[in-house]
């Protein structure tokens, strides 16, 4: 069984400011890892994912997660925040041996930038 | 290539009818997977279908139907309406060529019962 779980519903950072958006997850077997945005009225927008090849995974619009087993973790993690950052951002797990497994989504995390 | 995409984009409908929501698949994708999205539950998986087969189910009434056709165009039905059924339809689609469960989501349906 798999699950995941990101702390903290509702996140505030200043303009400028480091991201940190915290992912834990739960797999009894490899898993395969992805973080989600998601623009208010829009679908979910991949961002980067771990795939068992590179722990540290680079994305789109500057994010990158560190996947980490002995923490069972997989932050996400941005330098700078920008206003255009403000989002929604869902962290996701699947088993990494069959592709016939439903993805598990985490309750998201709102990600606020303050000017 | 074009993204997912799912017609129509806002609905609103009233207590006891029903609703049929439509999702194209990326081209080359034969897998196609709905989710519910609420404020208060999150995203819920609905089911997934691969080549016309529903291979995938969540915990949700047999009010929740869907079906996929063989250009692997996906359409749920949603029958009874309830006014908890109000929310953010999500369809995603994924090659399995690529082996890594990657999901390409649509742009959702806003379904509000009234």
């Known amino acids: 069984a798999q699950s995941v779980t990101q702390l903290g519903s509702h996140v505030s950072v200043s303009e400028g400011a480091l991201v940190l958006l915290r992912c834990n997850y739960s797999?009894?077997?490899?898993?395969?890892l992805f973080w989600y945005v998601q623009y208010p009225n829009q679908g979910l927008q991949l961002l980067l994912k771990?795939?068992?090849?590179?722990?540290l995974v680079k994305g789109i619009n500057g994010f990158e997660a560190e996947f980490k087993k002995s923490e069972t973790s997989f932050h996400l993690t941005k330098p700078s925040a920008h206003m255009s950052d403000a989002a929604e951002y869902f962290c996701?797990?699947?088993?990494?041996?069959?592709?016939?497994?439903?993805?598990?989504f985490g309750s998201g995390t709102r990600l606020s930038i303050r000017p | 290539k074009a993204g997912v995409t799912q017609t129509p984009r806002y609905l609103i409908k009233t207590r006891g009818q029903q609703v049929t929501l439509s999702c194209s698949p990326i081209?080359?994708?034969?897998?196609v997977s709905w989710y519910q999205q609420t404020p208060g539950q999150g995203l819920q998986f609905l089911f997934e279908?691969?080549?016309?087969?529903?291979?995938n189910k969540g915990n949700f009434p047999g009010r929740f139907s869907g079906r996929q056709f063989s250009n692997s165009r996906s359409e749920m039905n949603v029958s009874t309406l309830e006014l908890g059924d109000s929310a953010l339809y999500l369809c995603?689609?994924?090659?399995?060529?690529?082996?890594?469960?990657?999901?390409?989501f649509g742009p959702g349906t806003r379904l509000t019962v009234l």
């Open positions: 995603a689609s994924k090659s399995l060529l690529e082996g890594t469960d990657t999901q390409y």
């Open positions: 797999s009894s077997v490899p898993p395969y």
């Open positions: 771990y795939t068992s090849a590179a722990t």
């Open positions: 996701a797990v699947t088993p990494g041996y069959s592709s016939a497994s439903k993805i598990i």
């Open positions: 081209s080359g994708h034969r897998s």
């Open positions: 279908y691969f080549s016309e087969t529903q291979r």
